[in-house]
Every structure is written in C-alpha cells, then in structure tokens.
C-alpha cells in the first residue's frame, strides 16, 4: 500500500475555470489596503472640528446651536454688518436635517478666514466677502466687523472645550456670545464673564489646515526647533498674549538664563520668569 499522503483540494464542478491568485509586486498595494489608504485620506477641503485652538486657521464655519434652529455666523456685504441667519432658511422639505456637527457653509458670507500674529494664541477673524474687514470687540462689549486694519480688539482667544466647542475671548477677557436684543432679534456681544450655553460655538476647519497644524507640531515636538537659540522675547511670545503681537520680558538678570542654558535647563528657567509676569496665561 502506497504510503503517500492525499492532498485535499477544493471541490470543482465541470467546465469551472480555474482563478489565478495576482501576486502583488514589492510597493504594490492590494484592494484592502487600497481602502484603506482611501478612507483614510479625506480631500483638503472636507470641513472638521478642530481638536485644538492652533488648528484654527484658514477659512472658518461659525455655528452656534440655537432652538429651534441652530445658526451661522454671516456677514452682509451690501449693509457692511454681522447677521446671525438660520442655516435651515432655505430648507423647503420636511426631511430631517443633519445633525449640528455634519452642517457646512452653503454661501461665501458664512466663511470667515481665519489668520494669526506670528508666535501669539490670538487669532483674527476676517470676511470671506467684501473689502476683507475684520470682527472687532471694544471695551463695551459691542462687536462689529468695519475694520481694514487689525489690532488688540481684533484680537481673539479661542478656547477648545473637551467636547469639542469653543469659545472666543476678547482682548478684554471677556467672551463672545449670541445675545437677544429689540425685537426678539439675534446678535453678537462680547461682554460675556463667564463661558455658558450663549458663549459656546461649533466651529469647522478646512481639512487641509488641520493637517497643517498637525505637521507643525510634530516638527516642534520632533526638535526641529532648538530651544537654545531662541531669546526670551520670542519665547514669551508664544505663550503670552499682550495685545497686537508685543511681548513683554522680564525685568531679572540675564546671567540666569546663561547657566541655565550651560546646565540644560533653559526651558524651566523661561518658565519661571514667565510665571512671575502679570498676564501670563499659562503657567
């Protein structure tokens, strides 16, 4: 009896064509990972929620979530002002609407771009439409958006919430908001002491600019940045917020600074002149 082993094989019916296996090439990638890559790499101009105040750049999408309609922040170019409009005013069906999170702008006067001071937490708001004016804040509270140039109440803070709102801080310390006025009218304030229902927004980035802001932290992280050689007044820059871009240093001798840097430890010797400043935000 021969003591050879049978090899099991698929069953086959008559007249089946026999499928062969493509082997992939070095560098090839097959349909799953082809899925993969695809679900994975959104088109530049996907709109998302930021998940931190320095991926707020670029052209912006402003809503606040209103009963019964949630609304965006616009701007009307023929009357030079900011409207509050429902984004269902177009709406003509009785279908369900998406959810907050899933809406985008559909017109030029609900974008805002969004730029930065280099090296400052503060960011401006410009419209998209128009001359380019940027939204202003003064010191009573009354925001308006008539200005060519930018400034300290130009000035905006935004501050990210674990769920993923935020909230914009003028250059008064005092907060952005959705405020009813005459009429049962909508508009916007900025006295706002405290962060509640009326000063938190949902706010969409362009993708792109996300993934713009990721890089850069990376490279930070990374170390591409040599801490050594940067002086006390950038530094301070970047973590303090004075109004138009200034920075303010401190007043203690630099000699502390040079053995810090010789003793590896210029950073936590930064940190601690910036702790003694009046304003400094985040140590």
Request: aromatic share 6%; charged share 35%; hydrophobic share 30%.
């Amino acid at each position: 009896m021969s003591s050879e082993k049978v090899r099991p094989t698929k069953l086959k019916f008559k007249g089946e064509k026999t499928k062969k296996k493509r082997k992939h090439e070095d560098g090839e990638e097959g349909p799953s990972r082809r899925r993969r890559k695809e679900d994975n790499d959104e088109a530049p101009e996907t709109w998302v929620l930021p998940e931190s105040a320095n991926e707020i750049r670029g052209p912006t999408f402003i809503i606040h979530p209103s009963d019964p309609s949630p609304i965006c922040v616009a701007y009307d170019s023929t009357r030079g002002r900011i409207v509050l409009q429902s984004v269902d005013k177009d709406k003509t069906d009785d279908s369900e609407p998406p959810s907050i999170k899933d809406r985008t702008p559909t017109e030029v006067s609900q974008v805002w771009v969004v730029t930065r001071v280099a090296g400052s937490p503060t960011i401006n708001l410009r419209t998209g439409v128009g001359e380019g004016k940027f939204i202003s804040c003064d010191k009573h509270g009354i925001v308006s958006a008539d200005r060519e140039a930018r400034g300290p109440q130009e000035e905006w803070t935004p501050v990210v919430f674990p769920d993923g709102m935020v909230a914009f801080q003028s250059v008064y310390e005092k907060y952005l908001s959705v405020d009813e006025v005459a009429g049962g009218q909508l508009a916007l304030r900025g006295d706002s002491e405290e962060v509640g229902f009326r000063e938190r927004f949902w706010v969409k980035i362009q993708s792109k600019y996300k993934k713009e802001a990721h890089d850069e932290e990376k490279k930070r992280k990374e170390g591409l940045i040599d801490m050594s050689t940067v002086d006390e007044a950038s530094t301070n820059k970047i973590y303090q917020a004075w109004g138009a871009g200034r920075s303010v240093v401190s007043s203690g001798d630099k000699k502390e600074l040079k053995k810090a840097k010789k003793e590896g430890r210029l950073a936590e010797a930064l940190l601690d002149r910036r702790a003694k400043l009046k304003s400094d935000r985040f140590c």
